[in-house]
């Protein structure tokens, strides 16, 4: 009898463990790339960045380009594609446009017409009127939907998913309002983005780069554009794609893209990440001004880690000859571009040859400078198991950990970027 009792209790201890197992599997089956029924390619992250807590999106009043009042709770249901925007914007809005246009079609074409969402609201509350976003949107033709609202509700909404926007004065000469062909008397600095909503209303995915439309737009749309707008249509900075767009919607849909659908990572040029670093603290552009360097083994990578003491470091290792490494230096190049104002990126070259190396670097540009050395020169910080291995230094000069192996994607390497060099 005492045999058979426990029996029944090993059995019973067995069964909920196969429960608690089922049910952690279905609390996080939101989350799992799993392959569908049919599928070819497993859906990757392509360009946001995943928030790991998502944001639930508050009720906010805006009004559409018909002036019927419009409530943020309307987007429940859907997934939303959203960007901030304005009529009058000649650097980048034009592009968004155009992207968001490109968007609309593939959602279109993919038959999710009726599960996607893709908005516009405007960063230019004092002009962005009902009758000037009816007028906008038979100039550049925009098929999807186009919001504003009053100046608090505005500022309440891009509060929200952090975009920036301020009135400041115009240049001179003045840009040309194209509505009515009068001087315009202000523009509106803003920061770009494109988030993605699900359909419980919640922040999923955010970009803060710039729409990347392939160099071409629309005769209507690249009229607006000036000088500095036609050097961002050329070399848009942290560029985002339609496709790109698609297939983060695919990747949160727990679905899969069709075969040659998943687009490459596209690095930053080295003049837009450049750019993009050009107010970065001392220490970490002291690193930029090293752009694809490959430093000698005589400069010692202790030293230059005793002078970024303070700071996050992400050591690279890799040498030309290692196809992951390769693989997944784009993904470098980009996180780099994106991080650099915060973290130290460096990378070491081992056991290679000086020349392969420089002639990878001349072809593959990253915004920070590689030591090169032998595999055992890294041993004082952690050891290494092959090639490429990523070693995150935290501020005080400890290793809080070491990936051994190449990343997959943007999403993985962003990741791990938060986890262990911002503690996020």
């Avoid at 070693?391 to 000069?397: A, E, K, R």
Wanted: contains cysteine; glycine residues 8%.
């Amino acid at each position: 009898m005492l045999r058979h009792t426990r029996l029944v209790l090993t059995a019973a201890a067995g069964l909920m463990a196969v429960l608690v197992i089922v049910l952690s599997v279905r609390q996080l089956g939101r989350y799992d790339r799993q392959r569908s029924a049919g599928a070819e390619v497993p859906a990757p992250l392509a360009v946001g960045t995943a928030l790991q807590r998502p944001k639930p999106v508050p009720a906010m009043h805006l009004v559409d380009d018909r002036g019927n009042p419009f409530s943020t709770t309307q987007w429940r249901g859907k997934w939303v594609v959203l960007a901030p925007s304005l009529t009058l914007c000649h650097e980048v809005c034009p592009m968004t446009t155009a992207a968001l246009n490109e968007v609309k079609q593939l959602v279109g074409e993919r038959r999710l017409g009726d599960q996607v969402t893709v908005a516009e609201v405007t960063a230019d509350p004092w002009r962005d009127s009902p009758a000037r976003l009816r007028a906008y949107r038979r100039l550049s033709r925009a098929s999807f939907q186009l919001l504003t609202g009053t100046q608090a509700e505005i500022k309440r909404i891009w509060k929200f998913f952090g975009v920036y926007y301020a009135r400041v004065p115009q240049a001179k000469p003045p840009d040309v309002d194209w509505m009515t062909g009068k001087p315009e008397t202000f523009d509106v600095d803003h920061t770009n983005g494109m988030f993605i909503i699900d359909p419980a209303g919640q922040e999923r995915i955010v970009d803060e780069g710039m729409p990347d439309v392939g160099g071409r737009l629309p005769a209507g749309l690249r009229r607006l554009l000036s000088d500095h707008g036609r050097l961002n249509l050329a070399h848009p900075q942290f560029g985002w794609t339609a496709n790109q767009v698609l297939q983060d919607l695919y990747y949160l849909m727990n679905r899969n893209l069709p075969a040659g659908a998943v687009a490459p990572v596209k690095p930053p040029s080295p003049a837009a990440a450049a750019r993009t670093l050009s107010d970065s603290p001392h220490p970490l552009a002291a690193l930029h001004r090293q752009a694809g360097a490959l430093l000698p083994p005589a400069q010692s990578l202790a030293t230059e880690l005793h002078a970024l003491r303070g700071y996050p470091v992400v050591i690279n290792a890799w040498a030309s000859w290692c196809g992951p490494c390769r693989a997944e230096f784009s993904l470098f190049a980009v996180a780099a571009a994106r991080y650099g104002r915060r973290v130290a990126f460096l990378g070491y070259d081992t056991n290679d040859s000086a020349a392969d190396a420089r002639k990878f670097l001349s072809q593959h540009p990253v915004s920070y400078p590689s030591y090169q050395g032998s595999q055992s020169a890294l041993s004082s910080l952690a050891q290494i198991a092959g090639l490429p291995t990523t070693i995150f230094v935290g501020p005080s000069g400890k290793v809080v950990y070491v990936h051994t192996g190449s990343y997959d994607t943007q999403t993985t390497l962003e990741q791990d970027i938060q986890r262990y060099a911002l503690g996020a």
